[in-house]
Structures are given as structure tokens and as C-alpha cells.
């Protein structure tokens, strides 16, 4: 079971993770727990590494801003000991969780499960500092970001155990119910689908958890932490229950063409016009963009009637798009181009559906919904299992309406 | 060099902190500094702990509590490296401060010195994490409210080093200067005279921390961290300096008789009339209360005339009054008294020094001084080195600047 900051961020909402875990230790399982740092500490602790030194130790940043879960870890445990539960809190070096030497965005490399497993089998409920590891040379390290995601895929892996992560939404949806408000909630969805929305802006689980539970093949729950936590254990025997189980393919029986619509404003667009269509001249517009770390995306090319010249279009990071602009400017002589448009109003949306792979047609479709409502198409990339389109940002929400029909994914 | 949680509350007042760590370095000394959490930050962790649980696991509470030293260690870590100077945090479990296991007031056993000394032999600071250690089995453990201190000179004397003690006084005074304005600052004290004032009440040091120098012979400067810090090192080859040295009585060439007056207002009087004067009274009596915890100091027996009753007075923290007066009414059958009468409207007033082995009339003084004041004595204690009165509270200024007059401490 892990819970996130908004679960964890005061003595109340740990109270109600506390009867979440004793639901599940009176329904007969064992349990370990995986929490974060109360909602706002992590950014706290950050802050204050940023006003020590401009150009932080990664290091005594990780042994700083890891202090948060320990104090979360400490206080279920306690509160669980209040219940009558036995329980005991996990540093990350306790447990231990080993990590590579990478401080600020370290990699588990292995979880011995010894010491967690013993004491399961002594009764005890596990309660593990999420986030949070120990190198090769003894000293703290963090996973980044969401890291508790990751520590929590990696305890279940370590236990041969399922993986159920509780969050303030209530599963995954086919799309952001706050746009469609016939979205549904998915009761399956496959790890390659929820990886491609993880990467497409839904903000339900980290990417690199979702890899590593595949990976590993833990079976995945994202449920509410906001349900009632009294209620008897929730998971039915066929296995349907709270939330969404992101699991293997061959565990969804009635698999859907496309499960799900996702999208990102988080695009902006660069058009180069007048390129020199000469050998090497894609090497000296995207060496630049990958050198100052700039990830570039849906790039389409079109060349000149007569050949001599090509327009070049491609996205960037819209927090990206003046540092990309800044660093094509400078290597304008190299490049060799007329000039330089770009726009922050643009939008990508997606239909991520594992079925793709068997049926075609699915983006000849999407092109005929957006056409008959008068949305035009800048750029396209696909993958197996997706289809993105950049448009307009100011068509967003009609088009993931009308994708949304046309795909059979109201609600009824 | 130790900082407490004053002198670590923000990242203005760390850096400061190291400005006074610089200046060590650039006058070419090897330095490890110990520090506390930022103010305010452990009150915050144990009041979420009793919120947690009321009959919290200690083990827990260490767990949570000692999170505060990581986040300001590496914080300090980071602002040194910020200046340039090489420096790293270690957790109490790093370092390691091996202690027992009796969690929330562990005992320092051991700090294998190799870590420590390695890196301050590769140029570097080490910015320990104090209050905390590490128990037998491998869980963290606190030492108790000011474990800082006793982390220090721990470290200090793992290291042999002298141990600067950086707090929000500069040093310690014949007696407090907010009661008499003519104390003056003690360049010098014995390790035995700074255990009596700690004990009588003065808040410079904690007990545990001078007991640890005195053993281990580690010398003990009482500083400010309001001193400008980026001055040159402040300690002349004379060994004067800023702030107060606690050191071996050897050490200090021109020994006042008395050092100092200390006083205390954390106490009540408890008056047991007419008990049978018997044998085994006194364990009847002092039995209950040392059941209950209650330290009793200052006890008087006065017999009657015919030697049949007793009339018995003692003190007790004010704190513990109402406790004390239960657990002898409830034995009142058993101890066979008439009646209890008390007073919390009682101070401790205490002359310390060494002085007083080779020095005979110091108490004959002090009593005759009171005297010429009109201030009643109710009950006397005496060590080798101090002596002790029982007034009342109303005079406790006045005896203060009486006796501080008398032994000649009064600044010129």
C-alpha cells in the first residue's frame, strides 16, 4: 500500500491510512506500506537546499530533502501501535532499499527482502520511507520526483506481493473527467497503455513506476485514499474492486480498440522556414536542442516543389520553447535558415489503446472526427499503441469530446 | 563546534554558522561541527508524535524526532561547500555514534573515530548530525533534550579536540546578569563548578555534556554565535579568548574562592509536622516518593523536646508538589504524621567554588551576610564545593547582590 503527500499530510489523513492498513491486515493479508513526506515538506526541504547554495551538492540534498518520509514512516507507525497493530518505520538504508550512486535521481538496484519479510511473518505491518534509498557508498540517495511510486513497485516486486496505490483520484479514467464529464473509469488498463498516458500528461503514476511494475509484473491498483477505509476489504474475489488494476494484457478479457483519451498543453511549436535541404543540416538543427537538453518531438518536414528548400516543424517543452529559440538563433550561419515562427497555443491529443496493434483504422478515424468539426491537423506522430495530433489549443476540449463519442467511450 | 537549534533557525542564521566555521578553518584547524535541529522544529516532532499516540514506542518517536539534525546538517554542508570549503553532513547512524538501546535517552558508547578522522584528514569539515546515535540494533536512538551538547564533546573527545560549545550566551557568568547587573563573565571554570551550576539551574550547559568533558578531559569553550564571525580566530595562545573555558582546576591559575551564585526557583517546600520518631520513618517516608520519581533535596529533622515526635522538612521540584503531597497523604496511616503543610513561594540560593575545599568560613559568610539583610534560612545543603539555602522567594534578588558583593565578584 503507498500513500502520497496529500494522504499522509497531518495526523488526521495518517489516522485514515491507518485504518486503511488495519482493513487489509483484518482481511488476513500481510502489508507493508510505502508513504511520502507530508504534502508541501518535499518543496519546503527543496527550498531551503536552493537558498544554502545556488549550485547544490546532490548529495546533501538527497540527505536533507529524505528526512520528510521518515517523519511520515515514524508516525504511521506509531499510529498503527495505537490501533493495536504492530508495526515499525524503515529508513530507506534500513530496510535496506540499494541504489546506484546517482544522488537526486537514483535507480534501486536491489531490495534484499530479508528484513522486511521477517518481520511479515513476525505479524508486523512494514512502514517504509518512500523516495528514498542507500548507495554504494553508504550515504542517502532520492529516486527524483515521485520517487514513492517507485519505492513502493520495488517493495512489492522485493515481496512477491501486488502493489496498490492510494492517491486523490479514484482510478484511471478514459479521459480527464474534469473536460468529459462522461469519462469512465477504467476497471483494467495494460502497463503499455497506462505508460503512454503516464508520458502524455496524466499525472495518476509516475512513468518509471509504471515501467518497473512491468517489468516485474506486479499487478498495480490505483485507488481513492479518500474511500472509506472501514468498509470490508474491497476487492472482490474475480478480482474487480476499487479503482483502476493496471495489469498484463491477457488479464483484460473484453479489451477495448482504444481505452482512453489524453492530451497535453504542455506543447509549444517551432517552425524553421527555408532550410538549405542539404546532408546534415537535421544534425545542426536537433545537436544544438539535444545539447541544451531540450526533447524534441512530432517533427514534420516538408520539402520545396524545386528540392532546394525545406520548412521544418517540430514541439518542444512550452517551457522549453525560449531556450530552444535562443539556441537555434545562435547556430542561425550553421544552420543555414530564412527564419524562425514559433506558437505556445497548440495542444496534443491522443488515443492510447492497446487494440490498435489488431485493428486498423483507428487514426483514420481520429482525422475524420476532427475534420467534421473543422479542427485542423499541424502535426502527427504515432507509436504502436497511440496516435497523437497537435491543433489548436483553443480546440482541445471539442476534440476530446468528439474523440471521446467516437471511440464508444461514454459513460451510458 | 557545536551550534543549537538558535543558531541554526534559518538559513540567514547558517550561514552565519559557517562564517564562524570558516574562520576556524582559515586559521588552519581541522574542524568537525556538531548541530541541533533548527529552533522550534523538534517541539513541532514530538507534539506530532503525542498526537499520534498516546503511549508512543520510543523507538518511533527517535525515528521521527531525529529527522530535524539531518535537514540542518546538510544544509550547513551545503552553505560551506557554497563558501568553498570541503564538507559533508553524517547522520548520528553515519558517523557512527554508537549507543545503547534505551530509546529517547540513549548513552553514547562508542564513536569509532576512522570516518571522521579520515575525512578531516582529506581537508574536509564534517557537519555531524547531533542529539542522535545509532543503537545496538540498528535503530536510530535520541539522547534526550540537549543531546546535543553531549554529542559534541563525544565527538570531541572521539577525535581528541577541544570542544566549542556556540550558544545564545557569551559565556557564564559569577551569577545571572539579568538579576545583577555587576556579573561578570568567567574567563575560566572547573568542570566540577560548572556541574553544580548546571545542576543549580543554570541553562548554559547540560549536565550530561560537562560530566562527558570532565571524563574524557575535553576542554569546553562556552562562546556566542552572535560573535561577528569572520574576525581572526578569537583564542590568543594564552588560551583567552571569547566566551568561557570549562576546564581542570590545574588550569586556572588565579582561583577565586567562590565562582559564582546560582539560584533556583523551581522549588517547594514540604513540612511533614509531628511524626512518631520512630525507626524506619524516614524510608516510610522518602520510600513513596522516590516510587513516584521525586528527587527530595534539602531535608531537615527537627526532634521535640522529649524526643517522641519529629517535625520533617524537605524540597521537591515545584513541578512535582501536588504529586508528592498525594503519595504521602495516601500513606499517611502507614508513616503516622499529624499534618502536611507546603509552600511553593520558596528559592534555592547557592555559592559555588572550588575554593572551598582549601577555604574554611564560606558558609559562616554567607549565612552572616543573610543575616545583616534580615533573610531567614529554612533549611542549608552543602557539598565540598557549594553551599545552599532554602529562603524566601521575595529575597532572592536581594540575596543574590548581597552575596555577590560579599565574595568580591561585583565587576569594577
Redesign the interface.
Known amino acids: 500500500m503507498k500513500f502520497g503527500g496529500t494522504s499522509v499530510a497531518d ?1 488526521e489523513k ?1 489516522r485514515n491510512v491507518a485504518a486503511h492498513v488495519r482493513r487489509e491486515v483484518e482481511a488476513g493479508h500481510q502489508v507493508s506500506v510505502v508513504v511520502s513526506a507530508m504534502a508541501g515538506k518535499t518543496n519546503e ?1 527543496v527550498g ?2 536552493e ?7 546532490a ?3 538527497d ?2 530533502v ?3 518520509e ?2 511520515t ?3 504511521l ?3 498503527l ?2 490501533m493495536g497493530i504492530k508495526a ?2 524503515w ?1 530507506g ?2 530496510a535496506p532499499v540499494k541504489t546506484d550512486g546517482a544522488h537526486g535521481r537514483a535507480r534501486i538496484m536491489d531490495i534484499p527482502p530479508e528484513n522486511l519479510a521477517a518481520f511479515l511473518d513476525d505479524g508486523g505491518v512494514n512502514v517504509i520511507a518512500g523516495f528514498q534509498g542507500i548507495g554504494p557508498d ?3 540517495t532520492t529516486l527524483g520526483r515521485g520517487g514513492s511510486d517507485t519505492s513502493a513497485v520495488a517493495v512489492a516486486a522485493a515481496l512477491g506481493a501486488r502493489c496498490d496505490i492510494y492517491t486523490d483520484v479514484d482510478g484511471v479514467y478514459t479521459t480527464d473527467p474534469r473536460i468529459d464529464s462522461r469519462a469512465r473509469r477504467l476497471e483494467k488498463i495494460t502497463y503499455e497503455e497506462m505508460l503512454e498516458l503516464a508520458s502524455l500528461g496524466a499525472k495518476v503514476l509516475q512513468t518509471r513506476s509504471v515501467e518497473l511494475a512491468m517489468t516485474w509484473k506486479v499487478p498495480l491498483r490505483v485507488r481513492s485514499s479518500f474511500d472509506a477505509p472501514d468498509a470490508p476489504s474491497q476487492v472482490t474475489e474475480d478480482g474487480k474492486g476499487p479503482g483502476t488494476l493496471v495489469c498484463e494484457e491477457d488479464e483484460i478479457v473484453e479489451q477495448q480498440v482504444v481505452s482512453g483519451i489524453a492530451y497535453s498543453r504542455d506543447e509549444a511549436q517551432v517552425a524553421i522556414r527555408k532550410v538549405k535541404d542539404k546532408p546534415g543540416v537535421s544534425a545542426s538543427i536537433f545537436g544544438p536542442l539535444a545539447g541544451a537538453g531540450i526533447s524534441v518531438d512530432m517533427i514534420v518536414q516538408n520539402v520545396s516543389a524545386d528540392g532546394e528548400f525545406a520548412n521544418l516543424t517540430f514541439t518542444v517543452p512550452r517551457g522549453d520553447l525560449k531556450k530552444a529559440l535562443k539556441a537555434l538563433e545562435a547556430e542561425k550561419d550553421n544552420i543555414g535558415f530564412e527564419e524562425i515562427a514559433s506558437s505556445s497555443s497548440v495542444a496534443k491529443v491522443s488515443v492510447v489503446g492497446i487494440g490498435m496493434r489488431s485493428h486498423a483504422g483507428v487514426a483514420a478515424k481520429m482525422f475524420q472526427v476532427l475534420s467534421e468539426k473543422g479542427i485542423n491537423i499541424e502535426a502527427i506522430t504515432t507509436s504502436e499503441i497511440k496516435v497523437s495530433v497537435l491543433i489548436d489549443e483553443a480546440y482541445t476540449e471539442l476534440a476530446i469530446r468528439a474523440l471521446h463519442s467516437a471511440y464508444g467511450l461514454d459513460a451510458e
Request: with cysteine; net charge negative; glycine share 10%.
Open positions: 495526523l495518517i526541504l531551503w537546499c537558498e544554502a547554495c545556488e549550485d547544490y551538492d548529495a546533501e540534498y540527505a536533507v529524505a528526512s520528510g521518515l517523519v514512516a515514524g508516525l507507525a506509531m499510529t501501535q495505537g515499525r518505520s529508513a538504508w534500513q553508504g550515504r542517502v
